[in-house]
């Protein structure tokens, strides 16, 4: 099979892969990879809305009680994309049964930590599932329904983020302030449980169709349009992570908002990124540069408008809300990008996605931490900007020719 010079392969020129044999989408089975993803995402924000009680429960600071969020960003960028090569052998079903069930253990062991080292053993654990699902979601997405149902797919999928985004950390807080940090994690664990038990009851069995290997990741990587979309991912990722993170400092700062008005224009920025979710998926369907390229436009847009006018509290709070909404679209168009740039190795291309977005992620916190220390909020933002209107310029300059 060549590859066509814009580096998109078409789902036809895969000789008997399942995303020309399906003819029926498995809807349950994608509901039960959202119920997944919602699941680890949820567990991944619980030590945000819970530091100070859970430092203060185990004896440590609140610096050394929030690297359990590094070690699962660390092992998860590190099992991104390793998880297909390891499991390259194994039923792909089989495979997410084991990272749910890993969802549920880390949950478990976080809950009855009576140590900073068994909290971080529990995050480890969190980190092996957390890359290992989010490397494999669109690979299973494609082999659940027809490629021209993907873009619908992934946004199904990733309604799970949108959601946990806006729940888990008020939601992790007031469990915490009632019951107990523990009783949080406790309910994230059983949250797996039911994530599990849709997964047993719908996932089809999908045969490895391709043995992954490190040559394997090489390979995809010389693809002219996967390299493309990782460099988008980048400077969206490290631009969102830079910028947004000090969203809460600027809203106090510069439209001096009282935190209650500060609460509702994050929980807009949530609501807005649900229905961005469904926005991309509905523009990637029909012209995928477009979904790509105008969601970190509009970021940058977002980002030029706070730091212009952003002294007006409406115009703070629409351009927040705009933020989230365009940031919510970024992965459905990214994701199709990539599998339909390597759908005979989506699995390979899903897990360099993923080691790239941690990545940006640890680059962007540590890239915004310094400009705000030596220059003030609004550089972070000004960089956030920046790169997201890069992104934007190397999609339209470079990515897919055709509409899809």
């Known amino acids: 099979m060549t590859e066509p010079a814009t ?25 039960s990879l959202a119920l997944g993803v919602f699941g680890l995402v949820t567990a991944e924000f619980l030590p ?29 960028a590190i099992a991104a994309p390793t998880m297909a090569i390891v499991t390259k052998w194994l039923d792909r079903r089989l495979v997410m049964w084991i990272l749910s069930v890993l969802l549920i253990v880390s949950n478990l062991v976080a809950a009855f930590a009576s140590s900073l080292t068994m909290l971080l053993l529990a995050r480890v654990v969190l980190g092996v599932a957390l890359g290992g699902f989010w490397s494999m979601s669109a690979a299973m997405a494609l082999r659940l329904v027809p490629m021209r149902l993907m873009p619908r797919a992934m946004s199904i999928i990733l309604t799970g983020v949108s959601v946990a985004t806006v729940t888990a950390a008020p939601v992790g807080a007031d469990v915490g302030d009632i019951w107990g940090w523990r009783t949080a994690f406790m309910i994230a664990a059983v949250v797996g449980a039911l994530a599990l038990l849709a997964q047993l009851a719908t996932l089809p069995s999908l045969p490895p169709t391709t043995v992954a290997s490190f040559r394997t990741l090489l390979a995809v990587l010389k693809r002219p349009m996967i390299r493309v979309a990782l460099l988008v991912v980048l400077l969206v990722a490290s631009g969102q992570f830079a910028g947004f993170t000090y969203v809460r400092p600027f809203l106090e700062t510069v439209p001096a908002m009282p935190i209650e008005t500060i609460s509702l224009v994050l929980l807009a920025y949530g609501i807005g990124g649900f229905f961005g979710n469904f926005a991309g998926a509905f523009l990637a369907e029909r012209n995928l540069k477009m979904a790509v390229g105008l969601a970190p436009l509009l970021i940058a847009l977002s980002a030029g408008t706070l730091l212009v006018f952003g002294a007006s509290p409406i115009t703070a709070a629409v351009a927040v809300t705009a933020w989230g909404f365009a940031f919510g679209a970024v992965p459905v168009g990214l994701q199709t990008l990539l599998v339909r740039a390597a759908p005979d190795q989506a699995e390979s291309a899903g897990g360099l996605m993923v080691a790239t977005f941690q990545v940006a992620i640890a680059l962007g916190a540590i890239v915004g931490g310094l400009l705000v220390d030596h220059a003030g909020v609004a550089s972070a933002f000004a960089y956030g900007g920046v790169a997201t209107l890069l992104a934007a310029l190397v999609t339209f300059l470079m990515g897919p020719k055709q509409a899809d």
Not at 23 to 29: F, M, N, R
Not at 50 to 75: F, I, K, M, N, P
């Open 48 to 76: 945000a809305s819970l530091l100070t009680r859970l430092a203060q429960d185990l004896g440590v600071s609140e610096g050394a009680a929030g690297q359990a969020v590094t070690a699962t960003a660390v092992v998860g």
């Open 7 to 31: 580096g998109v392969v078409d789902a036809a020129d895969l000789d008997g892969s399942e995303a020309e044999e399906r003819t029926e989408p498995a809807w349950g089975a994608v509901v």
